[in-house]
């Protein structure tokens, strides 16, 4: 014990003070080492990288247009530019945002916000992206150079040079720029993201509210986030602060490798509060390589409909935990069915992959390469079965899914013929058909009423939907229905698993109470 210690402790031997022990002043309030600020490996990180890391600066003509007369904003009220001191480095930051970007002063619509025609003009954005190959590729996200009629990358010492799309794919947000330097370029490697842990230093690097070769530091808060941004989500979290212009910025490890691009944050001010997130870099490079040889992306196709193994359809249908992807439909020119996939099926495994929950089905079929021939793993009915398939290749230009018919039409009441777990159901007929517009192809026992208080209410049923399958067995009508039911009551089974159709035949499975 040192002696400034021993005088601290005796000044409080015999005090009135409450709560404190001699043990628990003996932790002296030195300044916190530098691994507890950070590793010191940062900064040589960063010296080693800073080069390759690029600012995006894109252009675009906007046409003008009319707005609504809008109140003048009063001085320093909502929307108006900051009053700043002459010649703050932020000065011409904020004209140009509040003015330029915003119709000039005063806010939309121009001078005075008074509802002003505007000209046609010139709007621009800034971004991040970093280099791959000293030849001049530059990764950067998709959503920074998306509509730009040109794009420019600016380097740290200042110099910028004009850049072309070399391809780009909407669905991970990432795009592919090729720029032609005079000399080789400084470049970045990829690291690989399978191999980050939770609690890993990682170092954001970008442009934010275009100040330029900005570094932060922070961990990775989590890996494989689904933000509902697209079919693929599989983000790296991260609380290194990423703000607006650090999109299509690189996520360093330690190592200086690229293991990350910086695409999103949640934020409601619109600045970083440590909740950001970055696309792994084993993803971006298979986009990578698939933009450099195609120029676009090619991705495989199973050609099914799937939706998630609840708690109850896994007791319905036998696996003993929830796991797996749900086949609730096939479609007929897909190569699923030839191969022997049903609706019911619960794919366990693809290609060798452990399918652990629905979303992951989606990602591995779409990095798996077209034309492949692969092995996928199905629980049918308790049992696993092994399928192969060979995959096509998925049509980005989706159709959109028709919405389900809901309607408020009220059957006759001849039309109804049994009600059960809180359904009025009935045998399909033309009537039927033309009422709720049911296609031909769906086959089954219709819906044509709902009690509002039942369980068949939150499970989103709606008139008009035909009951298709009891318990991964086909109905034909209200008898066959009643029949399945009351069978189930017997064996004692607590749950009823439906297969559901809307009327334009799209299946989904639907467990209900037998209770």
């Given at each position: 014990m040192t002696a400034s210690f021993a005088r601290i402790i005796n000044a409080f031997r015999g005090s009135a003070v409450v709560g404190f022990t001699a043990a628990a002043l003996l932790v002296p309030a030195l300044p916190a080492p530098a691994q507890a600020r950070g590793p010191e490996k940062i900064a040589d990180v960063a010296e080693t990288v800073i080069d390759a890391v690029v600012n995006i600066s894109t252009s675009q003509r906007v046409e003008g247009r009319q707005t609504p007369g809008s109140p003048?904003?009063?001085?320093?009220?909502?929307?108006?530019?900051?009053?700043?001191?002459?010649?703050?480095?932020?000065?011409?930051?904020?004209?140009?945002?509040?003015?330029?970007?915003?119709?000039?002063?005063?806010?939309?619509?121009?001078?005075?916000?008074?509802?002003?025609?505007?000209?046609?003009?010139?709007?621009?954005?800034?971004?991040?992206?970093?280099?791959?190959?000293?030849?001049?590729?530059?990764?950067?996200?998709n959503h920074v150079i998306a509509e730009a009629e040109e794009i420019?990358?600016?380097?740290?010492?200042?110099?910028?040079?004009?850049?072309?799309?070399?391809?780009?794919?909407?669905?991970?947000?990432?795009?592919?720029?090729?720029?032609?330097?005079?000399?080789?370029?400084?470049?970045?490697?990829?690291?690989?993201?399978?191999?980050?842990?939770?609690?890993?230093w990682v170092i954001a690097i970008g442009?934010?509210?275009?100040?330029?070769?900005?570094?932060?530091?922070?961990?990775?808060?989590?890996?494989?986030?689904?933000?509902?941004?697209?079919?693929y989500d599989n983000y790296i979290q991260t609380d290194a602060a990423i703000n607006r212009g650090n999109s299509g910025g690189p996520l360093f490890n330690l190592e200086g490798e690229v293991i990350g691009v910086?695409?999103?944050?949640?934020?409601?001010?619109?600045?970083?509060?440590?909740?950001?997130?970055?696309?792994?870099?084993?993803?971006?490079?298979?986009?990578?390589d698939q933009l450099r040889e195609y120029k676009e992306v090619r991705r495989g196709w199973l050609g099914v409909r799937i939706q998630q193994v609840t708690d109850d359809i896994a007791e319905s249908l036998g696996p003993k935990q929830a796991r797996g992807a749900l086949i609730a439909g096939v479609d007929d020119k897909g190569p699923a069915k030839p191969a022997g996939i049903e609706a019911g099926d619960i794919i366990i495994k693809f290609d060798g992959r452990d399918i652990k929950e629905m979303r992951d089905l989606p990602r591995i079929v779409a990095d798996t390469p077209v034309g492949k021939e692969v092995e996928v793993v199905v629980?049918?009915?308790?049992?696993?079965?092994?399928?192969?398939?060979?995959?096509?290749r998925l049509d980005d230009a989706e159709k959109p899914q028709p919405a389900s018919v809901q309607s408020d039409a009220k059957p006759d009441d001849k039309s109804v013929v049994k009600k059960a777990l809180g359904l009025e159901l009935a045998n399909i007929s033309a009537d039927l058909r033309k009422r709720f517009k049911i296609k031909d192809s769906v086959k089954g026992?219709?819906?044509?009423?709902?009690?509002?208080?039942?369980?068949?209410?939150?499970?989103?049923?709606?008139?008009?939907?035909?009951?298709?399958?009891?318990?991964?067995?086909?109905?034909?009508t209200t008898e066959d229905f009643q029949a399945k039911v009351d069978k189930l009551k017997k064996d004692g089974r607590k749950l009823a698993l439906l297969l559901v159709a809307n009327p334009e035949g799209e299946l989904r499975f639907v467990t209900l109470s037998l209770q």
């Open positions: 003048r904003q009063q001085e320093q009220g909502p929307g108006q530019s900051p009053q700043l001191p002459p010649g703050s480095p932020f000065e011409d930051f904020f004209r140009d945002f509040f003015e330029n970007r915003r119709g000039g002063p005063g806010g939309p619509g121009g001078p005075g916000g008074q509802g002003e025609n505007r000209a046609p003009r010139r709007t621009s954005s800034l971004g991040s992206g970093f280099v791959i190959d000293e030849s001049g590729l530059v990764v950067t996200n420019n990358v600016v380097f740290n010492d200042g110099s910028r040079l004009k850049a072309e799309v070399v391809g780009r794919d909407p669905k991970t947000d990432i795009a592919l720029l090729k720029i032609n330097p005079e000399k080789p370029l400084k470049a970045v490697k990829f690291g690989d993201s399978d191999k980050l842990r939770l609690g890993e442009n934010p509210f275009s100040l330029g070769g900005s570094v932060s530091a922070g961990i990775v808060s989590a890996r494989n986030r689904d933000i509902q941004s697209g079919p910086n695409t999103a944050i949640i934020s409601p001010s619109g600045g970083s509060i440590g909740i950001g997130f970055a696309v792994p870099s084993k993803v971006v490079m298979g986009i990578i629980l049918r009915k308790g049992r696993e079965e092994t399928k192969r398939v060979k995959l096509g026992v219709v819906i044509t009423g709902i009690d509002q208080n039942s369980a068949a209410a939150e499970k989103r049923l709606n008139a008009g939907d035909t009951i298709v399958e009891v318990a991964q067995e086909p109905v034909g």
